[in-house]
């Protein structure tokens, strides 16, 4: 699962809420792998803007609260000005082909760290106590004493 996170909670001062209800989520979502994306940079604002300030502060706090999840993988935005369209707010062709990029190898070494894991199959129930095809066995192992005497 991907989640991608926006500016506009973080311009009206929300970072905190955001932040929370994020790890919330995941906490939530323990069995899932999920790929957090950080806050983009505002390109239509100055850099030394209050919100790309604050932008800044939350992608910070963003990585550091996530760390402490193993299913959990933040993902940077592109700092390249030339990802983003003229007027600076949104990503283009060439910031969503990098994105895609970007997500395919966390995903790719996802798989890979998955298959290191070993699967441990844990064991089913007897199926001889349920099976009617073997009773005999069914009446040993629920009396132990009668299977000696048989």
């Known amino acids: 699962m991907i989640l991608c996170c926006g500016t ?12 929370r209800h994020i790890s919330q989520f995941v906490n939530f979502t323990a069995d899932t792998n999920v790929i957090v994306m ?7 604002l100055q850099s030394s803007s209050c919100v790309n ?4 502060s939350f992608n910070r706090k963003l990585q550091k609260s996530m760390k402490i999840f193993s299913n959990v993988h933040t993902c940077p935005m592109s700092s390249n000005r030339d990802h983003y369209t003229m007027h600076g707010f949104h990503m283009n062709a060439r910031g969503k ?20 894991t ?13 099976d009617p095809a073997y009773p005999a066995i069914k009446s040993c ?4 004493r009668s299977c000696g005497s048989r």
């Open 141 to 144: 192992v629920i009396n132990t």
């Open 8 to 19: 506009r909670d973080i311009a009206k001062n929300e970072a905190y809420i955001g932040l």
């Open 118 to 130: 070993p699967i441990i199959l844990l064991p089913e129930k007897n199926e001889y106590l349920v």
């Open 97 to 116: 082909h990098w994105i895609t990029i970007t997500w395919a190898s966390i995903i790719k070494s996802l798989q890979f760290s998955s298959l290191s």
């Open 53 to 56: 300030m604050e932008v800044a």
């Open 38 to 44: 950080c806050a983009p940079t505002r390109y239509d």
